[in-house]
């Protein structure tokens, strides 16, 4: 890694699925850990989810028998993510889309996450947001990372919030009562003054 330190980075989880809007359910997942470990595995559909998009198949490349085939059980994947997630923060680019997956993984699993699913926009200051597809774009091809993946994706991501923290200044922003510094992080004004 370069210099910028593992624990700077955040947790990224992507999630591919069987289509977008109603009736389509997650057909894999994958997070790479702020230590640039990764982890994807293909889920197992349940008898109800039978959605499918061929659109959808295009760009990830994994078809229905795959997952039938190969998907691990719902509870499996649950219990995975929970096992190694629990407490943390983790951060998608598509909240709406993965949130909903997510939920939909872990109500057929008849679990409940032990982590937190948040926006990765939400890590970004206004100038990297107007930068982000670029640098992106600017990753993937020095990496030549294979897209439409679900851990391959969260790569990606992680990649360029680095890139992104690496070239923009860190500045200071009043938030109420909190003062943030930089992509997110907070001190108390209680203890900033003591």
Not at 131 to 152: D, G, M, N, P
Request: aromatic share 6%; net charge neutral.
């Amino acid at each position: 890694m370069t210099s910028m330190q593992h624990s700077d980075l955040p947790t990224i989880l992507d999630i591919e699925a069987s289509g977008l809007g109603k009736g389509s359910y997650p057909i894999e997942v994958g997070y790479v850990l702020p230590n640039g470990s990764a982890y994807c595995t293909l889920i197992a559909p349940q008898p109800e989810w039978t959605q499918w998009d061929k659109q959808a198949a295009g760009l990830h490349g994994i078809g229905r028998e795959q997952i039938e085939r190969c998907g691990k059980p719902v509870q499996e994947v649950a219990q995975h993510l929970n096992t190694v997630l629990a407490g943390q923060t983790v951060y998608t680019d598509a909240w709406a889309n993965d949130y909903s997956w997510l939920n939909a993984l872990f109500e057929a699993a008849n679990a409940q996450p032990r982590f937190k699913l948040e926006s990765l926009r939400s890590l970004l200051t206004e100038e990297q947001a107007a930068v982000w597809h670029s640098i992106k774009e600017q990753v993937q091809h020095e990496t030549a990372l294979v897209r439409h993946r679900a851990s391959t994706d969260a790569k990606l991501l992680q990649l360029t919030l680095q890139r992104l923290r690496r070239q923009a200044p860190i500045t200071r922003r009043q938030h109420g009562d909190d003062l943030a510094y930089g992509v997110g992080l907070r001190i108390d004004r209680a203890r900033a003054s003591g």
